[in-house]
């Protein structure tokens, strides 16, 4: 069985920074392209950032570009998000994806055939 289980989430001010971790098990995690997405109450999952399965691919959403870093452990079978210059409009719920194989719309939600259940990041002004 496949689980895909983030953590590191909370409540944070404006400016501060968080690290989320995602940590998988039951798949191949190295042969995984992995992503993050949020979500918010009411709006679709908005894609977030992505790293291919060796690390060599990284995109990032242009809202969150220079302010967030994804990176994967492959030894620890683990992703992470690190979060800084945090806004209220980051609040969201988090997930963390994967999938293995052919990667070709790494924004698409549709793309991933694994999620975690996700971990609320709220941000206060």
């Known amino acids: 069985q496949v689980v895909l289980a983030e953590s590191g989430g909370g409540l944070v001010q404006a400016g501060g920074s968080l690290t989320l971790s995602c940590l998988a098990s039951?798949?191949?995690?190295?042969?995984?392209?992995l992503a993050w997405f949020r979500r918010t109450p009411g709006t679709e999952r908005e894609f977030v950032a992505a790293?291919?399965?060796?690390?060599?691919?990284?995109y990032y959403a242009d809202s969150v570009k220079g302010r967030f870093t994804i990176s994967r452990d492959n030894a620890k079978d683990s992703v992470y998000l690190e979060m800084h210059s945090l806004k209220p409009e980051d609040t969201a719920v988090y997930f963390c994806?994967?999938?293995?194989?052919?990667?070709?719309?790494?924004?698409?939600?549709?793309?991933?055939?694994?999620w975690g259940r996700g971990t609320q990041v709220t941000v206060s002004s």
């Open positions: 790293i291919g399965h060796s690390g060599d691919r990284i």
């Open positions: 039951g798949l191949t995690f190295s042969k995984h392209h």
């Open positions: 994806a994967a999938v293995m194989g052919m990667w070709s719309h790494f924004w698409d939600p549709n793309e991933y055939m694994q």
